[in-house]
């Protein structure tokens, strides 16, 4: 399996922007890239995805480099609420399976 | 918005016992994902089914089955429970199974606690 390297924590102050950073050296070109997040004692939920164009929602931007072999979640404006672990998921394409593949992601600190 | 409904949230057994967690997805979802979190550790797959066949299986131990019915709920029975199988279990839910793009949506989880 194509793996995805983030880093195992980062802290930021409230209202400040933040930039999660995810390595995927070995994807594919039909691999998608997704984003969940875990909060405190809840169930994953679904950030953003995107293939090959940055992409925007209402929760963050994705920015995808032109090799896509890395990609970074943005987070305009942290608020405490966005504390949590950040997934970064590859799927699709060469995987050939529906399922999540969490790997070890990246603790989200947000400091008033 | 409707969600995930799991039940029970939480639930306490002894060694050897048996358990069974439900799952209801959201209204028209026809795709059901478990998984199992330990404490500490990141979510793992266990099986999935798509339109009450199962679609893919992960390190699910044998002595856990489970099965979507006719109405798109799904159980996960859990058979002589150990110390070990202590831990979050969480279902998901999606429409269909496009896999590189469809959105899974998440259960609040149940909390398995074996003694």
């Known amino acids: 399996d194509a793996k995805t390297t983030q880093p195992n924590s980062m802290e930021s102050n409230e209202e400040e922007p933040v930039h999660l950073p995810c390595n995927h050296s070995t994807i594919s070109g039909t691999d998608y890239i997704h984003w969940y997040r875990q909060l405190p004692s809840q169930g994953p939920e679904y950030v953003i995805h995107g293939l090959t164009s940055n992409v925007n929602n209402r929760m963050a931007s994705l920015a995808i480099a032109e090799d896509r072999k890395s990609s970074t979640l943005i987070l305009h404006r942290a608020t405490l609420r966005d504390a949590a672990v950040y997934y970064c998921i590859l799927r699709g394409g060469s995987y050939n399976t529906d399922k999540l593949i969490f790997g070890t992601g990246t603790r989200l600190q947000v400091f008033p | 918005a409707a969600g995930v409904i799991q039940s029970p949230r939480h639930l306490i057994k002894e060694k050897r016992e048996t358990a069974t967690l439900k799952c209801y997805p959201i209204?028209?979802?026809?795709?059901v994902y478990w998984y199992q979190q330990g404490p500490g550790q990141d979510p793992q797959f266990l099986i999935s089914f798509y339109e009450k066949m199962q679609s893919d299986k992960g390190s699910i131990p044998d002595r856990f089955s489970a099965q979507q019915f006719s109405d798109y709920h799904s159980e996960l029975n859990m058979s002589s429970l150990e110390l070990g199988d202590s831990a979050l279990y969480f279902c998901?839910?999606?429409?269909?199974?496009?896999?590189?793009?469809?959105?899974?949506?998440f259960g609040p989880g149940t909390r398995l606690l074996v003694l």
């Open positions: 209204p028209r979802h026809d795709t």
């Open positions: 998901a839910s999606s429409f269909g199974t496009s896999g590189d793009q469809e959105t899974q949506y």
